[in-house]
């Protein structure tokens, strides 16, 4: 079950998802409470706690809840961020971005209109989980040649 933060105060900013395995519960609490206080809404798809789970059971609808347009952007977390990122992939409006550091979340957004950020949980400290946040939300996608690459990328029915 998914668990809205409340955000108290009145900045108005857009609705972001975020999900983990047991091995992103604890950085995705931390990351989900730094995302709070620069007054994001956020859902949270799951895990609560770190008990063992399989990934693509929290990727897959925060995946499509962004697919949908419900939130704008997710950040996904597991032990590597590639379980997570392979799962949210496999729909086809996602396009997940791998990000260990802030200047590759920033590119995945320039350049790849990324709106779904993993996050190899064991590798990143709870610090750099917040710029690499921080990193792809205040980046905007280029467009230009850009556009015409990621309208390539959606496989035709």
């Not at 997570?84 to 590119?107: F, Y």
């Amino acid at each position: 079950m998914a668990e809205k933060v409340i955000i108290p105060g009145n900045m108005e900013k857009e609705k972001l998802a975020i999900a983990s395995d047991h091995a992103g519960y604890h950085l995705k609490e931390d990351l989900k409470q730094f995302l709070g206080e620069l007054g994001y809404h956020v859902w949270d798809f799951g895990t609560h706690s770190e008990d063992s789970v399989d990934y693509p059971d929290f990727a897959h609808p925060l995946a499509q809840a962004v697919e949908n347009g419900e939130y704008r952007f997710g950040f996904l977390l597991c032990g590597s961020g590639n379980g997570v990122s392979i799962t949210a992939n496999k729909h086809q409006g996602i396009r997940a971005a791998l990000c260990w550091i802030p200047e590759i979340a920033s590119l995945a957004r320039m350049h790849n209109d990324a709106n779904v950020c993993s996050i190899p949980a064991r590798f990143v400290s709870a610090q750099e989980a917040k710029l690499i946040a921080k990193a792809f939300l205040d980046a905007r996608f280029e467009g230009g040649r850009h556009s015409r690459r990621v309208e390539k990328i959606p496989l035709s029915k």
